[in-house]
């Protein structure tokens, strides 16, 4: 009887460890990691951005590496990723591999409607080859007086 026990507990906890790997990410996380980011971009913009852009938690989820904040100013040029190599970066009119140019519509989107979805194609951490995702952008006044927009996706497959 304490063989069978202790399987479906090594069952359990790989089954759980596997779907947390996964990164089974809901709109609702998404959504709450923008809203707490962008308050947290209002009251301390600066430290806020060096946190981003060093990965803590939990602006990248230490549990869900592909649940995580990224943030553009209003030139879609990247001030804040978790992937310090992207900052900096402009990314204006660039697409992504089968040609919808997202950033510029996320950027787009948030100065026209503050706040919004779009879909794109994007590596996965942790996966190889390009996958569909979701990202939800909203505008926020930083604390410095200057405009970004903050943003965090899910992937679909």
């Known amino acids: 009887m304490k063989q069978i026990v202790y399987v479906f507990a090594v ?5 759980f460890a596997v779907n947390t790997y996964a990164g089974d990410v809901t709109n609702a996380q998404v959504i709450s990691l923008v809203e707490k980011t962008c308050k947290d971009m209002e009251t301390d913009a600066k430290g806020t951005i060096a946190k981003i852009a060093n990965a803590e938690h939990p602006y990248k ?9 990224f943030v553009y ?3 879609v040029k990247i001030v ?5 190599s992207l900052i900096g970066r402009s990314y204006k009119g660039k697409p992504d591999v089968r040609g919808k140019k997202f950033r510029d519509d996320i ?9 919004g979805w779009v879909d794109y194609s994007y590596q996965k951490p942790e996966t190889k080859g390009i996958h ?7 505008l926020v006044t930083g604390s410095d007086g200057v405009k ?10």
């Open 132 to 138: 569909k995702k979701i990202t939800y952008y909203k």
């Open 73 to 75: 100013d209003t030139s």
């Open 148 to 157: 970004y927009v903050v943003c965090s996706g899910k992937y679909l497959e």
């Open 107 to 115: 950027v787009n989107g948030a100065l026209a409607n503050g706040t």
């Open 61 to 69: 989820d230490s549990k869900t590496p592909s649940l995580y904040v």
């Open 80 to 84: 804040a990723h978790p992937k310090k």
């Open 11 to 15: 069952i359990f906890c790989v089954c």
